[in-house]
């Protein structure tokens, strides 16, 4: 492998199971360095050991702008001025189910979650893109 290839990191949300999940094997695969979301710490523990080279586990919910800031400066202080080279807005819910049925506050929460939490996290992290 060339030395002077630049190391490439990406931040993947909501990378506790499922795409997310893969998208982080298959990132480090590749040889990136991943930063992956999740909410609980067991999740953190069971994948910093599952992945113990090129990826950073960070707790935070894309609801709370607090934890998402928070998570920013572990970002930065790892890459140490150099970039993410991208940002997979990952984290997501899923209401099964006719729209009419589902209680407001619910979708208030998917919402949140699906639209707001996209927003949010790409505006905190967008300046070190």
Do not use: C, H, W
């Amino acid at each position: 492998m060339n030395q002077d290839i630049q190391q490439q990191y990406i931040l993947v949300t909501g990378v506790s199971s499922g795409i997310g999940f893969d998208a982080v094997r298959f990132l480090i695969s590749k040889n990136y360095f991943v930063f992956g979301s999740v909410r609980k710490t067991e999740d953190l523990e069971r994948l910093e050991k599952q992945f113990p080279d090129n990826f950073k586990g960070l707790i935070f919910d894309v609801r709370d702008k607090e934890s998402v800031e928070a998570s920013k400066k572990v970002v930065e202080e790892i890459l140490n001025g150099d970039s993410l080279t991208g940002l997979v807005n990952n984290a997501g819910l899923s209401i099964p189910g006719p729209i009419s049925l589902i209680p407001d506050e619910d979708f208030r929460i998917l919402l949140e979650v699906n639209l707001f939490g996209v927003l949010r996290v790409t505006n905190v992290f967008f300046t070190l893109v």
